[in-house]
């Protein structure tokens, strides 16, 4: 039950709906009482605000915090820090089962100081959906679901045995069991409320449905009009124990739709258009809000896909106002009729409903676009936000090929696609036999091309899209290429309900898309294994192929590790691109393929109308929803048998290569042991621009010659059941072994390298990086790691920061941090610091050779404050001051106790 502050601001008032009398803060009433007008304030800021006056205490939330957000319209934003307190937390399983081992560690230090385990229990409803888990092992086959659903328990029985441990263990944790679907579209079509209710102290309460999550994709629900977003498992964890989520009152920057998408265009198409458009005007830290007449033409699963993709442009969220086609979707999902008019009668009261043609908010900044101009687009080949026009993909991949440029050195893809060459890279072509006929394989091939992600599958229209266009292509002889590793992952079970009924899966099916899970599979690296006689190919040929995915996120190594460009697509473009087979046919005007007679067929031919698709969309019904979630928490035969300890902490297996107790909290005194300086530090790794947390953190295949794969290997494991890194997060000793082990990483201490290596200082040996920490470690030696602009870019990856800790780092320093491993890092009790203007690492003539002092770190550091960072090398030294970015006075204190939950658990004893 959540617990209210004081609320001496005296806003309570109430409604009636149905007979059930509902008490709520109104910020009307603050008005009222002569406190501003909140007439101007963005729909977010208001959702904000609500939280702050529940919650006013006087001393985690004072007046004067509510002050500050309601006076923001005068200045468009913020320094002042403020305590959000989400109604609720989701995660998902790869996040979730480290975040669940932290839980059962901090259980058992509780113990070992003689208190009560179950003080440590979350107070704040958490919601485990295991979705990360599936691999696509078998496709293009009518048991493909059923065969990766047996490989899936038998490659995770140890963590799904675990989670229902947790399941038992913990009060207010739900577990959504396997093949059910993606947390973020489970959280849109089914645990989302857009407003909650809860009784407390005999009386019904309302307030306004919000959350943080352990994905980044969190954000997905802001369409729904419920506030959330993504943060590390670690400041997750300190949010069910009770802690608020410390955070600056952000800026918001305006974000106006005008007229109509045209025929032809996607969803997907105008994310993709947003999010090139809001990377160029730089969002990191701040929201983002949707306004404007054009929300009207936007159906709510439109609004999903933008809001999927905040992490993509790089807000904290993406947030659309409450309005009819919220209460439409509502409706379709199968809300019942009560929660429907909650939803808009407290909105309504609160100011927190649009109506179409309202004056719009006060923003910080405010960007337009027309809809009719967006264009048909691809992203890639390796950044969400290099967005290319589908008729340049074609000359794209042919200049990039043509250059001779490795995908790793590419510069950024511009809005003409244009890129810039560096160094060579082995044209070829390879013959190979698929099912008795002659192809051959080269540059540019389509070797994956997957309908995922809750990105696109949880908007009905993008799927019916791929249906019809599957139907078409079938209708005109058409077949995907032999090559192409196809797959179809909904992100509920919901989507494979109304493309039965609206008889487009069988046209799917025919082409190669049969269900292979539900779950993120391709689209967060769980692709699978090409058939052998493709990755040889590949290998031999040093072919530079392609995938084409539906996804959120194409990073380099992501998708699969042979696969050098990725492109997001919307799923009828997937479709297309598997009837085609390479990136290199231009698809705005060359065949897709021909029929049986050998005409040519064209996109446009097979392309569906938006009337084909209005049709199709009758399909989808509210019964259906309701259907699926009737029995959501269940699971099927494999779950309900598995064993489900019930002991109030967790019986630890000395052999396990999954679960292990990790060494966080080993020696855990009562109060911090106050800070010193860093001395005599050395480089761990000197990176460039845009490390991304698919960089750092342990993601996809273990390779067997790595320092992961040696460990398992030498516990009996042999390299066919290493699953994946994400499976294995709850063992800290493969996961630290496999931070900075990406195999494109550079790190520019070894130049020309690819790949987790480091020279270890001061004989300059190259080892990998783990092995070089290690030494470093035994040695007593301090590390510290130097980066470029956009460091920890992409998925809210704990493991990146929990990693980096394991391996020795004492600091990062950065010309610029992304939010969420920023908070992360300062979780693990690892300090970031930012270059200041003009200086970074070239400036600095930095090689990895030199010793780095840090020697201002006590306990009299300040939010924003200036530290010296001392560089020294043979004999000479060069001092610079830089930005200590810990942006409040919370993340001072977490960092003074070493990390977040450390904080947590003294504060318990």
């Not at 309460?205 to 997905?220: F, K």
């Not at 649009?354 to 009719?372: A, N, Q």
């Not at 300059?764 to 590390?783: C, F, H, K, S, W």
Request: charged fraction near 20%; proline fraction near 5%; aromatic fraction near 8%.
């Amino acid at each position: 039950m959540t617990t209210f502050g004081n609320n001496t601001l005296g806003t309570a008032t109430s409604f009636e709906l149905d007979g059930r009398q509902y008490r709520y803060f109104s910020l009307p009433a603050l008005a009222n009482q002569g406190w501003g007008n909140l007439d101007q304030l963005p729909f977010s800021l208001k959702v904000l605000l609500e939280n702050l006056l529940r919650f006013e205490d006087g001393v985690s939330v004072s007046k004067d915090d509510i002050r500050a957000l309601v006076k923001w319209t005068e200045t468009r934003t913020s320094d002042r820090e403020i305590a959000f307190r989400p109604a609720r937390v989701l995660m998902q399983d790869f996040t979730g089962v480290p975040g669940v081992v932290d839980l059962a560690a901090m259980r058992d230090a509780i113990a070992a100081a003689g208190g009560d385990p179950q003080r440590i229990n979350p107070l704040t409803p958490v919601d485990l959906v295991i979705d990360h888990s599936v691999m696509v092992d078998n496709f293009a086959s009518d048991h493909a679901f059923t065969d990766n659903v047996r490989r899936e328990y038998e490659r995770n029985g140890e963590r799904y045995e675990f989670l229902r441990w947790g399941q038992k263990a913990f009060n207010n944790f739900r577990v959504v069991p396997p093949g059910t679907g993606i947390c973020h579209q489970v959280n849109l079509e089914y645990l989302a409320k857009a407003v909650w209710s809860e009784e407390k102290s005999g009386e019904l309460w309302a307030y306004p449905d919000t959350l943080v999550g352990t994905d980044s994709h969190t954000t997905m629900i802001n369409a729904l009009g419920v506030l959330g977003w993504g943060v590390g498992g670690i400041e997750a964890e300190a949010a069910m124990l009770g802690q608020p989520v410390s955070m600056l009152i952000p800026e918001v920057i305006g974000f106006r739709l005008v007229g109509k998408l045209t025929d032809g265009i996607t969803a997907t198409d105008l994310v993709l258009t947003i999010t090139e458009m809001l990377r160029k005007r730089g969002v990191v830290g701040k929201f983002v809000e949707f306004c404007g007449d054009g929300l009207n033409q936007l159906p709510l699963a439109d609004r999903a896909t933008i809001a999927n993709m905040a992490p993509e442009y790089g807000a904290t969220c993406g947030f659309f106002p409450i309005d009819e086609r919220t209460l439409e979707y509502l409706t379709l999902s199968g809300r019942d009729g009560h929660s429907v008019a909650l939803v808009e009668q407290y909105s309504k009261a609160q100011g927190l409903w649009r109506e179409p043609g309202m004056k719009e908010p006060t923003f910080t900044d405010l960007l337009t676009l027309d809809l009719s101009t967006v264009q048909a687009s691809l992203a890639g080949p390796k950044r969400p936000q290099d967005r290319v026009d589908l008729n340049k993909v074609a000359a794209t991949f042919t200049h990039l090929q043509s250059k001779q440029i490795p995908v790793r050195d590419e510069a950024a893809m511009q809005s003409e696609g244009g890129i810039q060459p560096e160094i060579a890279s082995t044209p070829g072509v390879v013959a190979v036999e698929i099912e008795g006929q002659q192809h051959d394989l080269s540059h540019g091939d389509v070797v994956i091309a997957a309908i995922t992600s809750c990105t696109n599958t949880s908007n009905p229209s993008v799927m019916m899209a791929a249906g019809l266009l599957a139907k078409k292509a079938r209708e005109h002889g058409l077949s995907r290429k032999p090559w192409v590793k196809t797959s179809l992952a909904p992100g509920s079970k919901v989507v494979t309900d109304y493309l039965a009924k609206a008889g487009l899966q069988d046209d799917l099916d025919a082409l190669g898309f049969q269900l292979v899970g539900y779950g993120c599979t391709t689209c967060i690296g769980n692709s699978g294994p090409l058939p052998e006689v493709i990755e040889t190919a590949v290998h031999q040929g040093d072919l530079m192929v392609a995938s084409v995915l539906s996804g959120n996120r194409n990073f380099e190594g992501r998708v699969h590790q042979s696969v050098k460009t990725n492109w997001l697509a919307s799923p009828p473009l997937v479709v297309a691109y598997a009837l085609a087979g390479s990136v290199k046919i231009d698809l705005s005007k060359d065949p897709v393929g021909r029929d049986s007679q050998g005409k040519a067929v064209y996109l446009r031919d097979i392309w569906p109308s938006n009337a084909e698709i209005q049709s199709a969309l009758k399909n989808v019904s509210g019964d259906m929803f309701r259907h699926q979630y009737a029995s959501v928490f269940d699971g099927d035969a494999h779950w309900q048998a598995m064993p489900a300890p019930t002991a109030d902490t967790y019986e630890w297996k000395d052999d396990s290569t999954y679960i292990q107790h990790p060494p966080y909290f080993h020696g855990l005194t009562k109060t911090p042991t106050p800070l010193s300086a860093i001395s005599n530090a050395r480089i761990l790794a000197l990176f460039g621009d845009s490390i991304t947390t698919d960089h750092i953190s342990p993601a996809g295949n273990i390779q067997a010659d790595s320092p992961a794969g040696h460990y398992l290997q030498s516990h009996g494991v042999q390299a066919k059941d290493f699953n994946s890194y994400g499976s294995r997060r709850g063992n800290h000793q493969v996961m630290m072994r496999g931070t900075f082990a990406n195999i494109r990483i550079r790190n520019e201490m070894v130049p020309g390298s690819e790949g987790g290596v480091t020279k270890h200082m001061p004989q300059g040996e190259v080892l990998p990086i783990y092995g070089a920490a290690m030494r470093y470690l035994n040695d007593g030696v301090p590390t510290v790691i130097f980066a470029g602009k956009e460091y920890g870019t992409g998925s809210s990856r704990d493991w990146a920061a929990k990693g980096t800790n394991l391996l020795g780092v004492r600091a990062v320093v950065a010309e610029s941090f992304e939010r969420i491993h920023r908070s992360n890092l300062i979780g693990m009790g690892i300090l970031p610091l930012q270059f200041p203007q003009g200086v970074d690492r070239h400036s600095l003539k930095l090689d990895g050779s030199e010793e780095i002092d840090i020697p201002d770190l006590l306990d009299d550091l300040v939010p924003h404050g200036i530290t010296r960072v001392r560089v020294r090398k043979n004999g000479e030294e060069q001092t610079f001051a830089a930005l200590v970015r810990l942006d409040t006075a919370t993340e001072v204190e977490y960092y003074r106790h070493g990390g977040i939950l450390h904080y947590v658990l003294r504060q318990m004893m």
